[in-house]
C-alpha cells in the first residue's frame, strides 16, 4: 500500500472471477439434472445473502430444495436468523448447520427422508418401487460443502481445503442406505454485478486471494467491521475510528501486532494479510456481514 492509495482509502477495483470450470460444471449439473430429486443449496451463515447463487433457480429449475445455512456456528445469529426468517417466509425449507460439531446434521438428513417419502408416494402411486434420494449438492467456493458432506457421511469421504476451487469434479458420494449425494465444484456467476457482495464473497475466501487487491480487500474489512462491530475493531486492534487515512491505522495495527519492517517501520502488505486472516480464522469472532435491506 502506497502513501496515495492509503490517503484515499484505495480505489475501488471491480471484482469479478468466473474460471472455465465453473461454466463447465454448470453444464454438467444441466446433463444430470434429471437424476436428482432433491438439491442441497448450500450459503455461508456468514454472508447467507451474498453467498447465494444468483441464478440457482435457472440452474436447478423446480427440483424441491433445501438451503442449508453452513457455518451457523461462527456467524451473528442475531443477523442471520433474520435473513433465514425471510428465506422461509419466501418459502425454502431451512436448516442451519455447525460444522464443527455437527449440530443439526441429523435433522438435515431427516428434512431430506421426509421429502423423498413424498416422491416415493408418487412413486408407488405409479407402481414404481420406492427408492433412496439423490441430493445434489450446490454453492459458491469455500462454503463448507465438502465439510457438509463428511459429517453427513461420519468420515473424511470429500476432501477439505480452505480454498475455492478445490473439488474440480461431480462425484457420486453414498451417505447412508436412504440418500446418494453429488457433490459439485464450487461455483459463482459470470458477472458479479453487485460489487458489495463481490466484496464480501472475498472477504470470505470464496474468490481467489490472487484476483483480489489485499490492501483493498483489508481496507473494506475494516469499514464494514466499523459499520457493523465497532467493539470488535477496538478490541481487536485498538480502533476507535476510520481516518479517510489508513496510514495511521496500518501503523497501530502494525505496531500492536508486530508488523514492522527494520527500523521500526510498518509492513503495511502484512498489516492487510494480517487483518484478511484474522476474519478468516474467526479471531474476529462471530460476525454476519449481510443485513436485510
Known amino acids: 500500500m502506497n502513501n ?4 484515499r482509502g484505495l480505489h475501488k477495483s471491480v471484482i469479478n472471477w468466473y474460471p472455465g470450470h465453473m461454466a463447465k460444471t454448470k453444464k454438467e449439473i444441466k446433463e444430470v439434472l434429471n437424476l436428482i430429486d432433491i438439491v442441497y443449496e448450500v450459503v455461508d451463515a456468514r454472508m447467507p445473502i451474498s453467498s447465494k447463487i444468483v441464478d440457482i433457480d435457472d440452474l436447478v429449475n423446480d427440483k424441491p430444495r433445501i438451503l442449508v445455512v453452513s457455518k451457523y456456528d461462527i456467524c451473528d445469529k442475531v443477523e442471520t436468523d433474520k435473513i433465514m426468517k ?3 417466509k419466501s418459502g425454502y425449507k431451512v436448516v442451519a448447520v455447525d460444522l464443527i460439531n455437527g449440530k443439526n446434521i441429523s435433522s438435515l438428513i431427516k428434512v431430506t427422508q421426509d421429502m423423498m417419502e413424498k416422491e416415493n408416494n408418487k412413486r408407488r402411486q405409479k407402481g414404481l418401487k ?4 439423490r441430493v445434489l449438492i450446490v454453492g459458491v467456493p469455500n462454503v463448507g460443502k465438502s465439510t457438509l ?8 469421504k470429500a476432501g477439505v481445503a480452505n480454498t475455492p476451487g478445490f473439488t474440480k469434479n461431480l462425484t457420486w458420494i453414498r451417505i447412508n442406505k436412504e440418500i446418494e449425494l453429488l ?10 454485478d453487485n460489487q458489495e457482495g463481490a466484496h464480501i464473497l472475498a472477504s470470505f475466501s470464496s474468490i481467489k486471494e490472487e484476483i483480489v487487491n ?25 480502533i476507535e475510528n476510520l481516518e479517510e487515512d489508513f496510514t495511521e491505522i496500518y501503523d497501530t495495527i502494525g505496531s500492536k501486532r508486530g508488523a514492522l519492517k527494520k527500523g521500526g517501520r510498518c509492513d503495511y502488505t502484512k498489516v492487510s494479510n494480517i487483518i484478511i486472516r484474522d476474519l478468516k480464522n474467526g479471531y474476529l469472532g462471530n460476525i454476519t456481514f449481510d443485513r436485510l435491506k
Open 4 to 7: 496515495n492509495e492509503s490517503q
Open 86 to 88: 425471510m428465506y422461509e
Open 130 to 133: 420406492a427408492r433412496s434420494a
Open 149 to 156: 458432506i463428511n459429517k453427513l457421511v461420519g468420515r473424511n
Open 183 to 192: 457433490d459439485t465444484p464450487g461455483i459463482l456467476w459470470p458477472k458479479l
Open 214 to 238: 489485499i490492501d483493498e480487500l483489508a481496507i473494506f474489512i475494516l469499514k464494514k467491521l466499523y459499520e457493523l462491530y465497532p467493539e470488535k475493531l477496538k478490541e481487536r486492534y485498538g
